[in-house]
């Protein structure tokens, strides 16, 4: 700021350019909100943005481990099929009659243990990440029909009292342990990416990985880190996933990787890698809810406007970006 | 010895040697399973068999990996080849639908007509992002794949739409020279692709623009106009696969239609050679890894198995693929075995694989 109002008086309310996609899509989502409480009074009512996030909760989890790999400048498509087969495995063990933290062990360790695998071969055979995260989806997604071709119900009592438990306040409003799960998560990835080493290696790696190396930074440890982490995420939204909805399911989450990414892009984190938030991904999940929120309400138009729309405004924030990238060259 | 062993590796060394060995061993061990899989017998003066069915049902793939075989080989990639493929068979069937003889030629060209030109246009949007704003093809191509799953479904209002037209339906279940048309659109749109790319010098100018866009610009070579145009000819190639998939069902289905077809494309492209890295393409590979790959399909299809479980295998042939292409891996190899050729050690995961 300081080196703006020497240069020249006429910059001086320049908005900081790195912030400009955060600010960005937290003024989208303020007017979508302001549009749906003009239009329809329910909209103003608390619930509506405690329901975007119990609606959304897996999905946020996912995009924060999402955000980590797009950091690196990285790519992980696997991510609706890990969901899918983190709930698939949960359900089918739990069906067996296995107890519940047993199961909950289990099915938290399979996506790290996948996400670990693609992050190696990613760096030791230097395969793009883009294909070897095909792969992974399309094994996970495999592994989910391999499992059951149907879907399978969840009666567990563990699972069914997560599912249920209503956190509120007194006026009646209320949230599912879900939604504080996704806090804590959020919470502890936002920590270790602005505090940590870890952090701090992956914002290097993605702005620019042969500096990195030269620096000494461990280019190969946290680059086999972020796809570990999206696995573990993944498995998360997996677990919240299977509590939402009570069952596993082989086609659930389908293009949900799709979702995910446009989340953190509309979120403002840049796709080559290096820039952006996981505040930003909390708005662009929000946003994102929002706009069902609104399809919803309006009760005219038709579930795939939100395809359309989210297709629009990931246009509009890429087309963002690179305009900023561009000036600032 | 010397000229025995130097023509075994030329044979081995050779691009399409591995993807036809794959192939070829793919419908060994069919055949073995199945006796009878190989034989086409003659119905109604057309062919039919396993074959000939595998044939028919890669045609469309073999379309869209023509097109993302270029959009690759500049460094590309084309995610929205399958909302493509939707969209162009949402739009003829919902124009067909709404005439009142669906059976006539005129109609079914001016549907055809319709939905390729609206395809094209949507490749030039591709196109534009790509060459002209400068955004990365995989983020340039996800907008229109997330949207265009919508936009297919707006066309049909959410519904299935089904026709009754003859001249339509041929284009996935007619025959010609008592073999299915559907092969020789896929055919003809090979050739038409070859003698383009490789009877002119665009095959080169493509290739050196996925070599580097900025050499090649620098050169004179208009890198922005032929990146351009690949993701139309991508479009183009994707709304014909639509068709025929429709055609097959002579429904068409917002939702279902192309569903993962990127997908399959890209994995053919990648199985027959082409580097995802750009700079060089094999049309023939990508061919043989169309087949691979439908020849991967109907086999787990024969064996009962659900057609999601294929993706398992998918997966499992993708890494091989992959892994022995990279130089990385070979590197690996060929430090511990200095006596063994590379691609000859590694290349048998793929052949274990495909029997299980």
Redesign the interface.
């Known amino acids: 700021m300081t080196t703006g109002s020497l240069t020249a008086g006429r910059t001086r309310f320049r908005l900081p350019r790195k912030q400009i996609p955060v600010l960005a899509t937290l003024a989208l989502l303020l007017v979508m909100y302001g549009i749906g409480v003009s239009q329809y009074t329910a909209f103003s009512n608390v619930q509506v943005i405690f329901n975007v996030f119990i609606d959304n909760g897996f999905l946020l989890v996912v995009a924060v481990g999402m955000t980590f790999v797009i950091l690196t400048g990285g ?1 992980d498509l696997s991510v609706g099929s890990v969901v899918a087969m983190t709930a698939m495995v949960s359900a089918a063990l739990l069906r067996d009659g296995m107890p519940p933290a047993l199961v909950l062990v289990i099915a938290l360790l399979i996506g790290p243990t996948l996400g670990l695998l693609m992050g190696c ?1 990613i760096h ?5 990440p ?3 995260t ?6 996970a ?6 499992i059951s ?1 149907a879907s399978i119900p969840i009666t567990d009592g563990f699972w069914t009292r997560m599912s249920q438990e209503r956190i509120g306040d007194p006026q009646g409003n209320f949230v599912s342990i879900s939604v504080l799960i996704a806090f804590v998560v959020v919470a502890i990835a936002a920590y270790a990416l602005a505090y940590t080493r870890l952090g701090r290696n992956v914002y290097a790696i993605g702005g620019n990985p042969q500096s990195a190396l030269l620096m000494g930074l461990p280019v190969g440890r946290t680059r086999i880190a972020v796809y570990t982490i999206s696995g573990l995420c993944s498995a998360i939204g997996g677990i919240l996933l299977s509590f939402y909805t009570l069952s596993g399911a ?2 659930i989450a389908v ?1 949900m990787e ?1 979702d995910v ?2 989340a953190v ?1 509309i979120g403002g984190t840049v ?2 890698g290096g820039a952006g938030y996981i505040f930003g991904t909390v708005l662009g999940v929000l946003v994102l809810g929002v706009i069902q929120t609104l399809i919803t309400f309006d009760g005219s138009l ?7 729309v ?3 405004l ?2 509009a924030f ?2 963002l970006q ?1 305009l900023i990238g561009i000036r600032y060259k | 010895m010397n000229d025995t062993m130097g023509r075994y590796r030329t044979v081995i060394g050779h691009r399409l040697f591995w993807p036809a060995a794959v192939l070829i061993v793919m419908l060994a061990a069919n055949t073995i399973y199945r006796p009878g899989f190989l034989s086409i017998e003659v119905k109604d003066g057309h062919l039919y068999g396993t074959p000939i069915d595998i044939l028919r049902l890669s045609a469309p793939l073999i379309l869209v990996a023509l097109g993302m075989t270029l959009v690759i080989s500049t460094g590309g ?1 084309d995610l929205s080849v399958g909302s493509l493929c939707a969209i162009s068979g949402a739009i003829a069937c919902m124009y067909i639908s709404k005439q009142p003889d669906q059976n006539s030629l005129g109609v079914v060209l001016t549907a055809l007509a319709m939905a390729l030109g609206v395809s094209l246009v949507l490749g030039a949007w591709n196109g534009v ?1 790509v060459a002209v ?4 093809p ?3 191509t ?10 297919a ?2 066309i049909t209002e ?1 519904q299935i739409i089904t026709i009754n037209s003859e001249p339509y339906r041929a284009i996935g279940l007619g025959h010609m020279l008592t073999l299915p048309l559907a092969i020789f659109i896929a055919l003809a749109a090979a050739l038409l692709v070859a003698a383009f790319t490789r009877r002119s010098a665009l095959g080169m100018i493509i290739e050196s623009v996925g070599g580097n866009a900025e050499a090649s610009r620098l050169a004179g070579i208009r890198s922005g106009r032929i990146v351009f145009l690949v993701y139309v000819l991508s479009a183009g190639c994707a709304a014909i696969a639509g068709f025929m998939m429709t055609a097959n069902v002579s429904s068409a289905d ?1 939702n279902a239609a192309g569903l993962w077809v990127e ?1 399959d494309a ?1 994995l053919a492209v ?1 199985i027959g050679g082409t580097s ?2 750009g700079g060089r393409f094999f049309l023939s590979g990508t061919i043989i890894g169309a087949l691979i790959i439908q020849t991967l399909t109907t086999s787990v299809y024969a064996m009962d198995i ?1 057609p ?9 042939v ?2 091989a693929v ?2 022995i292409q ?4 070979r590197a ?1 190899f060929s430090r511990r075995r200095r006596n063994v050729p590379p691609p000859a050690t590694t290349a048998d995961k793929p052949k274990e694989q495909v029997p299980a």
């Open positions: 790519i071969v030791f055979f230097e395969i793009q883009f294909i070897v095909l792969a992974g989806m399309f094994f997604r495999g592994m989910c029909t391999f071709g082989p086609l293009g799709l990414i446009a892009v796709l080559t038709n579930s795939w406007w939100t395809k359309i989210i297709g629009s990931l246009f890429i087309l690179r | 990639i992002l704003i400068g955004i990365q995989i983020i340039a996800l907008i229109l794949m997330v949207a265009g799953r919508g936009l479904q707006l959410g917002g997908l890209i990648v995802l890295a659900s999601q479980t294929s993706l398992l295998f998918k997966a499992v993708v890494i992959c892994l990279a130089p990385a891996f690996r």
